[in-house]
């Protein structure tokens, strides 16, 4: 079992920067993929980027690459996600995720675990 979860969401206005955390526990919690999801109301859940423990190989949606950065801190446990420039229409609860698979998908439904979210608004 893992448990996940997210802080640093709030209200910040167009152009911004905001950082989230998630703090990981569980057993095992190194053999797994961690990501960052996003919803919006009425919207799917949508990939935003994903990262093993040892930092290699972070992966972004398009939309987000060059914006966002994905890092971790092993001996924390817990995973970030840095966001600048950001957009009104990236207003989402942002959730932290955990995968087994060592080569998850983009698909919310194949991830494991999910944290309980937070809130990113973005003001215009």
């Known amino acids: 079992q893992v448990q996940l979860v997210e802080s640093g969401g709030g209200l910040v206005q167009a152009g911004d920067s905001l950082r989230l955390s998630c703090a990981a526990s569980?057993?095992?919690?190194?053999?797994?993929?961690m990501g960052w999801f996003r919803q919006a109301p009425g919207k799917e859940r949508e990939f935003v980027a994903a990262?093993?423990?040892?930092?290699?190989?972070?992966n972004y949606a398009d939309s987000v690459k060059g914006r966002f950065t994905i890092s971790t801190d092993y001996a924390k446990s817990t995973v970030f996600l840095q966001m600048s420039s950001l957009k009104p229409e990236e207003t989402s609860v942002y959730y932290c995720?955990?995968?087994?698979?060592?080569?998850?998908?983009?698909?919310?439904?194949?991830?494991?675990?999910w944290g309980q979210g937070t809130q990113v608004t973005v003001s215009s």
């Open positions: 990262i093993g423990w040892s930092g290699r190989n972070p």
């Open positions: 569980g057993r095992d919690i190194s053999n797994y993929v």
């Open positions: 995720a955990a995968d087994a698979s060592p080569y998850p998908n983009r698909q919310a439904r194949s991830w494991d675990y």
